[in-house]
């Protein structure tokens, strides 16, 4: 298949917004990460997603729209709760879980009977969905396991020849994907942590906002096949191996200086053995520059071909640097020293 590059121009948002009503895939970039878009009520065309990416098809998606409007093409009800949450955060990084509405394709829902729906907070996205005038399944625009695309070039290196087209937009400046509530209960749920805090969310609430407990386990994943104890997740992230480099990683967590000391070691200890090893390490309180580069630096290192990662911890008192160790310790596999 020949893939066609993009600009953000008017006529190529056409282009692409044309591509995705006729069923075809389209990548483009959002505040979070580049997407891969199809139809959302187009079971065909969302199949064509899953193949693609190598998606295990009760992982679920999460629907783009472009207006708060649009909630209604999705969602069979929803409470003052969801319409405050709409005010105060879309367009933006935060996806709501809400029970679905009767004619979605369980293709794009991973066979439940919720629906994960957001407006991202991107004028070539938001224009794309308009432009289409249906309501966009678009998971993060890889081959799945690997690290989510923050780069056009990301994009391009993974589903080139794969897909109709790619829409090459500037670099994602928040770089990991979207705060996930389930706001189906009486108390909203994060399932999978993001830029937007659950801090945040109780503030904006005034109410109490809970984390789903898989979040707080260091490690239920199954090192061999990569997944965890069997349920149907509601949120993308929350079952399978994900955002994994090619080399083997390691995160280090403990007091800032022992951890500096530890990750020398380790290196000085690899390369010795004759193994070429690569190094994150952030700003202890960058947590935003954390998230926006984490993905981008995975991929980085990849492309130069070394054999070991070796990544300093975040603070997971911070709700960003939760967010961010969430998709470190999945890309490390759990592999973790405390020091």
Same mark, same amino acid.
């Given at each position: ?21 006729? +069923? ?7 505040? /979070?990460?580049?997407?891969l878009g199809a ?13 693609t990416k190598g ?43 809400? $029970? ?7 293709? /794009? ?31 993060s625009a890889n ?13 391009? $290196? ?25 706001? /189906? ?34 490690? /239920? ?32 967590? #403990? ?47 990849? +492309? ?7 990544? #300093? ?19 490390? +596999?759990? $592999?973790?020293?405390?020091?």
């Amino acid at each position: 298949m020949e893939t066609k590059i993009l600009s953000t121009s008017n006529e190529d948002i056409k282009t692409a917004a044309a591509i995705i009503k006729s +069923g075809g895939l389209v990548a483009f970039p959002t505040e /979070t990460v580049y997407g891969l878009g199809a139809n959302a009520l187009d079971e065909v065309a969302v199949k064509k997603i899953y193949s693609t990416k190598g998606r295990p098809s009760d992982n679920p998606m999460i629907v783009h729209i472009s207006s708060p409007a649009d909630i209604g093409l999705l969602a069979s009800s929803w409470n003052s709760t969801v319409n405050r949450l709409m005010d105060i955060f879309w367009p933006g990084p935060l996806t709501l879980v809400l $029970n679905k509405k009767e004619g979605i394709p369980d293709v /794009t829902t991973g066979g439940i009977d919720t629906v994960a729906v957001r407006m991202p907070d991107d004028a070539c996205a938001l224009a794309i969905i308009k432009q289409a005038g249906c309501p966009v399944a678009a998971p993060s625009a890889n081959i799945s396991g690997r690290p989510s695309p923050t780069k056009a070039e990301h994009v391009i $290196n993974d589903l080139d020849g794969k897909i109709d087209a790619i829409v090459v937009g500037s670099d994602c400046r928040v770089g990991i994907e979207s705060t996930v509530l389930d706001v /189906t209960g009486e108390i909203p749920v994060i399932l999978r942590p993001g830029i937007i805090t659950a801090d945040e969310i109780r503030e904006a609430l005034g109410m109490n906002v809970e984390l789903d407990p898989s979040l707080l386990k260091r490690n /239920t994943q199954d090192s061999d096949s990569g997944e965890a104890e069997d349920f149907s997740p509601k949120s993308p992230g929350m079952k399978y191996k994900h955002y994994a480099p090619e080399a083997e990683m390691t995160i280090i967590e #403990g007091q800032r200086s022992k951890v500096e000391a530890e990750i020398k070691r380790i290196k000085e200890l690899k390369e010795s053995e004759g193994k070429s090893v690569g190094v994150i390490m952030f700003e202890e309180r960058a947590f935003k520059k954390a998230a926006r580069e984490f993905f981008a630096k995975l991929r980085e290192l990849d +492309g130069q071909g070394v054999d070991v990662i070796l990544a #300093g911890a975040l603070s997971q008192a911070d709700g960003v640097g939760f967010a961010v160790m969430n998709r470190m310790l999945k890309s490390a +596999g759990y $592999n973790i020293i405390k020091i």
